[in-house]
T-cell receptor
Framework: DQQVKQNSPSLSVQEGRISILNCDYT??????FLWYKKYPAEGPTFLIS?????DKNEDGRFTVFLNKSAKHLSLHIVPSQPGDSAVYFC?????????????FGTGTRLTVIP | DTAVSQTPKYLVTQMGNDKSIKCEQN?????MYWYKQDSKKFLKIMFS???????INETVPNRFSPKSPDKAHLNLHINSLELGDSAVYFC????????????FGQGTRLTVV
């Protein structure tokens, strides 16, 4: 049973425009959320995170929004650049396990068109 | 200087063989993990180790066994390989005591023929 879902397998955006990647989760015990970026033949690399006590975290062109009541988070990239083209994974941590085990979505492939 | 390194990057082997994948981290983290990404790109936790103790063991076959000789290493041993074991295996590490991200290795693509 997948606890983290990314329902859009792919997204295409024009360079300079905003990219919005969405993620939904079902486990109310998740307390920390992360976005990872992955290029082919490489491991996921950390992009940005947000604690469940916040509703927004911003880092340069990247902003993550968390809506706990809807169990939904999103990643905004503004402005989008061709180098942002990659697969983006949403991940969540269950706080009570005593470990940082991450539950991942299946990813969204972002293509930024020059 | 690679933070989390795993070897080999590619591994092709026959059914029934026993193989190992090695992982090392130089970040001083106290927890290491193994994740499996299957053909559907679903990335799922297999094991996590904290200070040489297995703290979570997901429902993976007991043919898979993690071995941690020290805090910086977590190797994955797989016995009697099956076709369904073909996947990409990622090692990761993190500092569990605070909100922080996990760092991933580059992955090992295992193909069982």
């Amino acid at each position: 049973d997948q606890q983290v879902k990314q329902n859009s397998p792919s997204l295409s955006v024009q360079e300079g425009r905003i990219s919005i990647l969405n993620c939904d989760y079902t486990n109310s015990m998740f307390d920390y959320f992360l976005w990872y970026k992955k290029y082919p033949a490489e491991g996921p690399t950390f992009l940005i995170s947000i604690s469940s006590i916040k509703d927004k975290n911003e880092d340069g062109r990247f902003t993550v929004f968390l809506n706990k009541s809807a169990k939904h988070l999103s990643l905004h990239i503004v402005p989008s650049q061709p180098g942002d083209s990659a697969v983006y994974f949403c991940a969540a941590r269950e706080g009570q396990t005593g470990a940082n085990n991450l539950f991942f979505g299946t990813g969204t492939r972002l293509t930024v068109i020059p | 200087d690679t933070a989390v390194s795993q070897t080999p990057k590619y591994l092709v082997t026959q059914m029934g063989n026993d193989k190992s994948i090695k992982c090392e981290q130089n970040l001083g983290h106290d927890t290491m993990y193994w994740y499996k990404q299957d053909s559907k790109k679903f990335l799922k936790i297999m094991f996590s180790y904290n200070n040489k103790e297995l703290i979570i063991n997901e429902t993976v076959p007991n043919r898979f066994s993690p071995k941690s000789p020290d805090k910086a290493h977590l190797n994955l041993h797989i016995n009697s390989l099956e076709l369904g074991d073909s996947a990409v295996y990622f090692c990761a590490s993190s500092q569990v005591s605070r909100d922080t991200e996990a760092f991933f290795g580059q992955g090992t693509r295992l193909t069982v023929v």
